[in-house]
């Protein structure tokens, strides 16, 4: 059975993946062998690329071990919802992505060091929201100079020069989504209105 790159890159790999686990954690095959009732023979074939993973194999060795099966398998990577995406650090920010497919609204949970003060604007393609969930965001927009606090929002044009950062007290963080050039937010819910301030 012909496997897509991915699978058939992860199943290439369980085997260098068996044996480095087993030599950290100093067991011998003959001791391994012991303990999950799989022959010495198996294992090292296993181990060597010569023999196929399968979960006959691979649960009693996870048992063994101690360590969740996916740690042997190294299984690509799915989408699912309850995996933790990866931070990273981008001109001195903390970044958490919070999209995985490639597409129209892409949305980042945003760190902003207090430090980072000096704006620098600059303009791009794209239309986007920001809403501060901690922090004072300080918001430079063309013209204008804004402070935003948690819970407040902001929606605007990038092409359009812009920045935004902390005010200098303390660390912001946000939630930011970026979207297509001439996209809007579609509101579809709204409070009711409240009518008892008339009579």
Do not use: C
Not at 22 to 48: C, D, F, H, N, P
């Amino acid at each position: 059975m012909e496997h897509p790159p991915a699978i058939a890159a992860a199943l290439a790999e369980v085997g260098p993946r068996l044996k480095r686990l087993r030599t950290q954690r100093g067991v011998t095959l003959a001791g391994l062998a012991e303990a999950t009732g799989i022959s010495k023979s198996t294992l090292s074939r296993l181990e060597a690329g010569q023999r196929r993973p399968s979960l006959e194999l691979l649960l009693p060795i996870a048992q063994a071990h101690r360590v969740p099966l996916d740690e042997l398998v190294g299984a690509p990577e799915v989408g699912d919802p309850r995996v933790r995406l990866t931070p990273r650090r981008v001109n001195g920010r903390t970044v958490l992505p919070l999209t995985r497919q490639p597409g129209a609204l892409q949305a980042w949970k945003v760190i902003i060091p207090a430090a980072q003060i000096e704006p620098v604007p600059r303009a791009h393609e794209g239309y986007e929201w920001l809403y501060v969930l901690s922090g004072r965001l300080r918001l430079v927009l063309g013209d204008h100079d804004l402070v935003l606090d948690p819970g407040e929002a902001a929606e605007f044009d990038t092409r359009l020069p812009h920045w935004f950062g902390s005010t200098g007290g303390q660390p912001v963080e946000i939630l930011s989504i970026l979207g297509r050039q001439g996209e809007r937010m579609h509101v579809r819910a709204k409070p009711r209105q409240d009518n008892t301030g008339d009579r």
